[in-house]
């Protein structure tokens, strides 16, 4: 285990910084203001490398570094940014569009067109497609624009809310967020935090009230659809 009071240096950019031991690169190289790139990653839940976006380039070495979870080294010579690290990250972020409906990640469309992306490159054929799933006055799930980036697993769970409602089911190109037996989320432990929702970086999870406007449902209609919402304000007020 790293001692947290040792503070090493090693060169970012070509910029020298020193920082903690256990610092990440992802941190060292935001406290320079270097521009490392992020899907999974999101400052209330424990990091984990799953989308590789913010792989960098360490020692001249073969292998990218996820800079979200690998801690400093003392001497490391990081880049940010080289032909390898944006080759990678493009090729990510082909076969993310080849597979996810991206239309509402706007942060991510912006990253396919910093790095010259071609979605056409893997055939779209595969693209996971899930019914939206509406079975709750609060939010809408639609796995088809989900980029498994685990952020509403984890703050359902051990990084904030402790009611473990989601779960990651089946395998491979299957796999998707899902309730214990696929239940319907007022049937699970949910609690409808909320919190799940603010985490998604893409539209995957959507507050009611927000799909029904885009939906153009009347005041009636949101008011019928989310009224387990109203009649629960009224309590309290
Ligand atoms: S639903 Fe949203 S937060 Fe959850 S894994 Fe998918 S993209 Fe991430």
């Not at 503070?7 to 406290?31: C, K, P, Y």
């Not at 942060?107 to 899930?130: C, N, T, V, W």
């Not at 498994?148 to 967020?177: K, P």
């Amino acid at each position: 285990m790293s001692d947290a009071s040792e503070m090493i240096t090693l060169t970012i950019d070509g910029q020298q910084v020193t920082v903690a031991a256990g610092t990440t690169i992802l941190e060292a190289a935001r406290s320079l203001g270097c521009d490392v790139p992020v899907i999974c990653y999101h400052e209330a839940t424990t990091p984990n490398g799953l989308c590789r976006i913010c792989v960098v380039g360490a020692d001249g070495g073969r292998l990218l570094q996820p800079a979200c979870i690998v801690p400093c080294r003392a001497g490391m010579v990081v880049e940010t940014r080289n032909e390898r690290v944006e080759r990678s990250r493009r090729t990510i972020l082909e076969m993310l569009s080849s597979a996810v409906n991206l239309a509402e990640a706007p942060a991510i469309q912006s990253l396919l067109d910093e790095y010259g992306a071609q979605p056409d490159r893997f055939p779209a054929a595969e693209k996971r497609d899930h019914t939206l799933i509406d079975d709750n006055p609060f939010y809408v799930r639609d796995y088809s624009q989900c980029v498994l980036c685990w952020r509403c697993v984890q703050v359902c769970a051990e990084d904030a809310q402790y009611t473990y409602a989601l779960a990651l089911d089946h395998r491979g190109f299957d796999t998707h967020v899902s309730t214990a037996f696929s239940v319907p989320m007022p049937e699970s432990s949910c609690v409808f935090c909320g919190q799940c929702v603010s985490v998604c970086p893409t539209g995957a999870l959507k507050p009611k009230i927000e799909f029904g406007l885009e939906q153009g449902w009347t005041l009636e209609q949101i008011w019928e659809n989310t009224r387990f919402l109203q009649k629960n304000r009224r309590k309290r007020g």
